[in-house]
């Protein structure tokens, strides 16, 4: 419990777990805003709000500005850095699949041509003689 | 409660969050392998072990290979692509934080060459006159 708690890269991903986090970090990446403005768009509490912003801060993915009376919350991208690193590593594994699927697609287009062919091979030599 | 279930980056980042499900699919970026193979390096019990893989499989990181006797584990890296791609909408973010630092390097530097040279101006006047 007590190494989960310390491990940055856990904090990111659990913060990053929540679509309405999500969607505050995406306000934020506009600029900075107040918890009010923060709270606008959702359909939901002041206190619910503070909460998941108290998970991305833990979690240094916001700070607070230095105006005392608003305390705008400003986006601090770092940990999104180390997670992207993180994940970087499993590039070639999502690359290889997909460069499957693009093989695998070319070949029932070439099938589907020869079926094509081989159930019209008069209208595909008449159009050739034209 | 419904709506987070169902989102997959969600279920992504939350097995993300949890360094004994990101050692398991390090392990299998490097091959598929049976459940006892994936619970030989930790010290955790085979039923802590099969928790940790029904989040990933759950999640869609991992899916079971054919072989019925040892039902091999598997990478599916697809879940890590959409995941990388919600992050690097912030890449800017992050790099504009390193510039940031780089020229504030840049500028610590320069005053510390200055400061060397206000104390020593004799030392670099002699190197340059040889």
Redesign the interface.
């Known amino acids: 419990m007590d190494?989960?708690a310390t491990?940055p890269?856990?904090?990111?991903?659990?913060a990053?777990?929540?679509?309405t986090r999500?969607a505050i970090?995406?306000r934020l990446?506009t600029g900075d805003a107040s918890v009010t403005e923060l709270a606008e768009p959702f359909a939901m509490s002041q206190p619910a709000i503070s909460k998941h912003l108290k998970v991305l801060e833990r979690a240094g993915l916001i700070s607070r500005g230095r105006d005392a009376q608003r305390r705008p919350r400003r986006?601090d991208?770092?940990p999104?850095?180390e997670?992207?690193m993180?994940?970087?590593?499993?590039?070639q594994?999502?690359e290889a699949?997909?460069q499957q699927l693009d093989a695998l697609l070319a070949e029932l287009k070439k099938d589907e041509l020869k079926k094509h062919e081989a159930r019209a091979p008069g209208k595909r030599r008449r159009r050739k003689s034209r």
């Not at 993180?86 to 590039?91: A, F, G, P, S």
């Open positions: 190494s989960a491990n890269l856990d904090l990111t991903f659990a990053l777990a929540d679509p999500r970090l995406a990446a986006l991208a770092a999104l850095a997670a992207t993180w994940l970087e590593r499993y590039r594994f999502w699949r997909y």
